[in-house]
């Protein structure tokens, strides 16, 4: 029976990390984002997410983003300086041609940092993806 159960691989799905300039309170402050560079629309997008590492973890944040058009992008939540010592991870869960899909995209510590800046395809700003 395990067998019959196909379990889809999310592609063309991420979550990236973004610098970037604050007007309201002029600083710059770092934004996740989630990417959708599939040709197709995503449906009832959920993420979930949480910073953590072995004696601290920060409480666990759940986004309804809905659906999310092809070649697309929709800014998930600011993470603040502090979390950024942490492991932080985006669990994502939505649903595309008629199947659910899930993929967890996991920062480990200090990983977001100025130095790690690259080239984001799609926002066309620099950022962080996770390896």
């Given amino acids: 029976m395990k067998k019959d ?14 610098r970037e300039w604050n007007d309201e309170f002029l600083s710059k402050d770092w934004n996740a984002y989630i990417l959708n560079n599939r040709r197709d629309p995503i449906e009832m997008t959920i993420v979930v997410s949480k910073g953590f590492d072995s004696d601290r973890k920060t409480s666990t944040m759940r986004h309804g983003l809905g ?3 092809a070649k697309s992008f929709v800014k998930i939540e600011l993470l603040t300086e502090e979390v950024l010592a ?29 130095q790690a800046l690259a080239p984001i ?3 066309d700003k620099e950022g962080i993806l996770p390896n």
């Fill in 5 to 18: 159960i196909e379990i889809p691989i999310a592609k063309d799905v991420h979550v990236a990390i973004i």
């Fill in 67 to 69: 659906d999310i058009a």
């Fill in 86 to 114: 942490l492991d932080n991870e985006f669990f994502v869960t939505f649903f595309a041609d008629g199947k659910l899909y899930e993929k967890r995209f996991l920062f480990p510590k200090y990983s977001i940092s100025e």
């Fill in 121 to 123: 395809p799609l926002i």
